[in-house]
């Protein structure tokens, strides 16, 4: 790449997106962060929108819409990394989810397109606590999901955000794929009892079959594919095959990824998980 890099970053309001393009903009860098709503505007169904967004860039961030497990996401991935390559943007970091095995076809279609790619497989993260999807159900004080006791090692979008940008800027990460997690495994449960301590509120769990999930995000005007995403998430991803905490953000870092529970606490100090107000 350049000495002065500059950087594409898809999904501008996405967990993950916005903090990259901060991180990149605060080290100097260039960053064009696009979205549906940006101008220019990216949109994965309409490849004609791509070439005005990968136009004066070297490095791109990926994230796909709504998810790389839905059927046919390989060969838009490789058409996306086709069209990058033909702009000059060589390097290729893409965010998958971990043990996500309908993944995998659209991560070869990007490690075989030619670029300098990697791959980021990542946990569940902290953020969904607090930003959106289960937020609403703990400002109730009732969180009801379809998950036992099966850990997952949630992480903190920030902690990928940063391994994304050094494997953006540093080499050495060309062709790896990596396993993003959280430090420790922790079951819903026990990270609905770590919010309801930070926040200093009765906060329950409750575990429920995966048609009354349906049925609630239906009636809170949750979009069909969507909810078939997560389902597909509670049915099969969370069945205790990523409870197993990896090393891989230590490894890009050099430093330990961030706990649950100081998580918990930081975000416990802004109030967003005290009881609703009712309008």
Known sequence: MPTNPRF?????TAKTGRRVAGKLASRGYEVKAVSRSTTPAFDWTKPESWDDCLHDVDAVYITFQPDLAVPGSDKVIAQFAKTALAHGAKRLVMLS????EAAHLAEAALLQSGADATILRANWFFQNFNEDLFLPYLQSGTLALPAGNIPEP???ANDIADCAVTCLLDPVHI???YELSG????TFAEVTAIISTASNRPIDFVSIPLEDLDRGLANDGVPEDFRALIGYLFREVLDGRNSTPTSDVEKILGRQPNTLAQF???VAKSGIWQLAKRA
Do not use: M, N, P, W
């Open 8 to 12: 594409l970053v898809l999904g501008a």
């Open 97 to 100: 989810g971990r043990g996500e």
């Open 154 to 156: 949630f992480i903190d």
């Open 175 to 177: 062709g790896k794929t």
């Open 183 to 186: 430090s420790q495994a922790l």
């Open 264 to 266: 918990a606490a930081d």
